[in-house]
């Protein structure tokens, strides 16, 4: 009932920017926590950013300084800009988003993932 549609991934050379954006639809009452994840090849999947309902963030030590979450809220959106990209930042990243349904049902769902790739 709550569809996550992602953008913005792509190839990229070191030291550049990307920009990712995941707008949430359906049946949506309110948004709670967004964030985004990544998963490299061989690698468990990762919690890269993080954001809460009232705007709090957390980033994972190995993108801090470099990447910045946000959300709009009347859009349902939440995007993570990417920059200063280097080589091991490649890996397929996904959206999570957090919250209730109008019957008051919760939900916690993922995009279906994105492909960074960071190469010369």
């Known amino acids: 009932q709550v569809q996550l549609v992602e953008s913005g991934g792509g190839l990229v050379q070191p030291g550049g920017s990307l920009r990712l954006s995941c707008a949430a639809s359906g049946s949506i009452f309110s948004i709670n926590g967004m964030g985004w994840y990544r998963q490299a090849p061989g690698k468990q999947r990762e919690l890269v950013a993080a954001i809460t309902g009232g705007g709090s963030t957390t980033y994972a030590d190995s993108v801090k300084g470099r990447f910045t979450i946000s959300r709009d809220n009347a859009k349902n959106t939440v995007y993570v800009q990417m920059n200063s990209l280097k080589p091991e930042d490649t890996a397929v990243y996904y959206c999570?988003?957090?919250?209730?349904?109008?019957?008051?049902?919760?939900?916690?769902?993922w995009g279906q993932g994105t492909q960074v790739t960071v190469s010369s």
């Open positions: 999570n988003v957090k919250g209730t349904l109008g019957r008051g049902i919760k939900f916690d769902s």
